[in-house]
């Protein structure tokens, strides 16, 4: 099957840059998401990128997207405590005539003060 | 309120008693899915359901069971739970072509 990867842990300092990768293998895939799961939450929607673009910006989110490389990242401004979290990197796979999500396995984001 | 709901939230059973966990969504979506999320693992689909009466399977099937007779609920069923298959289960639905899936609140099963 197709697969999402990226690194299980990132830890920052409070106020740095996050950045989260993450590489994708369906060349058919027409979004990209990034969901974020809090402590004791189910996942929630945090930003996506259509396959024709190479980047999204949305406060202190960007969004970049390689398409030739299969490579996306999710860079966080200005970290804070409350983004600790698991973030999931999916695409929109097509299998079976439909977009079937497939998630990779989160990369947890650790923000110490 | 648009949302997915799941009962119960936690559940502790033993090994071989048949069990039911219940998911429901009331915005009218098509696609319905399960996960379970194991630490080190992920998030992993167990089965999705692209309408009423079309179930397929997922990454991880073996042990689990499904129906969508409505388009409203899609439960999980567990006919002879094992150890193994301790974890957090997540239902999620969206629309046929959409692009965000929307999640429940999670179940945490412990089978002893």
């Known amino acids: 099957g197709e697969d999402v990867e990226q690194s299980l842990f990132l830890s920052v300092r409070e106020g740095d840059s996050s950045v989260i990768n993450c590489t994708y293998t369906d060349s058919s895939s027409t979004y990209l998401y990034w969901y974020k799961q809090e402590p004791g939450a189910g996942l929630q929607l945090l930003t996506y990128?259509?396959?024709?673009?190479d980047m999204k910006q949305d406060q202190r989110l960007t969004v970049l997207l390689n398409k030739k490389d299969k490579h996306l990242s999710l860079r966080i401004a200005d970290t804070q405590t409350g983004d600790s979290a698991i973030y999931f990197c999916a695409e929109n796979a097509f299998s079976g005539g439909s977009y079937i999500p497939t998630f990779g396995r989160g990369t947890s984001l650790i923000v110490h003060p | 309120e648009a949302q997915v709901t799941q009962n119960p939230r936690y559940l502790i059973t033993v090994t071989g008693k048949k069990l039911t966990v219940t998911c429901s969504q009331n915005m009218n979506h098509e696609y319905m899915s399960w996960y379970r999320q194991d630490p080190g693992l992920g998030l992993r689909q167990i089965y999705y359901?692209?309408?009423?009466?079309?179930?397929d399977k997922g990454d991880v099937p073996e042990g689990y069971k499904v129906s969508r007779k409505e388009k409203r609920n899609f439960p999980l069923i567990l006919e002879s739970p094992s150890p193994n298959q301790t974890s957090l289960y997540f239902c999620?639905?969206?629309?046929?072509?959409?692009?965000?899936?929307?999640f429940g609140p999670g179940t945490r099963l412990t089978v002893l």
């Open positions: 990128i259509f396959s024709n673009m």
């Open positions: 359901s692209m309408n009423v009466e079309v179930t």
């Open positions: 999620a639905s969206k629309t046929g072509a959409g692009n965000e899936q929307f």
